[in-house]
């Protein structure tokens, strides 16, 4: 393709962009969030399988729902996000894989076949959707709070055990009893004035190697 991104955008992707935990009281539309996933889902996943699902909680009862999984430290900045994403992965992600990777006749059975490659796709490939959606975000102009601290089992049992709605989310193709929680992000947008310096990052020579 050849073509660049300018350093502005550059800044909201990664240079100036930061992880909040202190909200604007302006409330993030469904709109956006529907085209938050119209951005991400063009990035690429293994096979084309994107095995991530994304949970939507938005209203306060689905965040009341939420608050027991959350480590103490997470609480106050998730229960006043106007927006926490759990991004989760399918561990029947192979069902659809027919329709989305189609070139592969032989791929849902191997899958099926496989627990333990089942669990690694969707992990990883989870894990990627997640960082598409940090970034997706940015570019429409949200700012993004990703949390590993909560119990992933408490999550899973209340929002994707078998035979629980998804309270507040209206993503119907949720299969009951195989999605599990990768990480939560809360999005909205953000409030400055609170944030500490930027962290240091490691520079070049310690992270990365020519060979
Ligand atoms: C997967 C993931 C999990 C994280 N978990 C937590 C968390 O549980 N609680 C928290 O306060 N911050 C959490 N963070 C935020 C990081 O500490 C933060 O992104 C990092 O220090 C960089 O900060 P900056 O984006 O402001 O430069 C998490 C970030 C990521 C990507």
Request: hydrophobic share 40%; charged share 20%; net charge neutral.
């Amino acid at each position: 393709m050849g073509q660049t991104i300018d350093d502005s955008a550059l800044d909201i992707l990664f240079r100036e962009a930061r992880t909040y935990s202190t909200w604007k009281p302006q409330p993030v539309a469904d709109q956006t969030l529907r085209d938050l996933y119209d951005v991400l889902k063009w990035a690429p996943t293994s096979a084309n399988a994107a095995p991530a699902r994304f949970a939507f909680l938005r209203s306060k009862e689905a965040k009341q729902r939420l608050r027991p999984a959350l480590a103490p430290g997470n609480v106050d900045k998730t229960m006043t996000a106007p927006v926490t994403v759990i991004v989760g992965y399918d561990m029947k992600f192979y069902e659809q894989v027919p329709k989305l990777f189609p070139q592969s006749p032989g791929l849902k059975q191997l899958f099926e076949s496989n627990p333990q490659l089942v669990e690694v796709t969707a992990q990883r490939n989870s894990s990627l959707q997640g960082a598409y959606l940090i970034l997706a975000a940015r570019a429409l102009g949200l700012d993004c709070g990703p949390m590993s601290g909560f119990d992933n089992a408490k999550v899973d049992e209340e929002f994707f055990a078998a035979g629980k709605p998804c309270f507040g989310c209206d993503l119907e193709f949720f299969p009951e009893g195989h999605v599990k929680s990768n990480f939560l992000c809360n999005l909205g947008y953000g409030d400055p004035s609170p944030l500490f310096p930027r962290l240091p990052r490691l520079p070049f020579n310690e992270a990365c190697s020519f060979l």
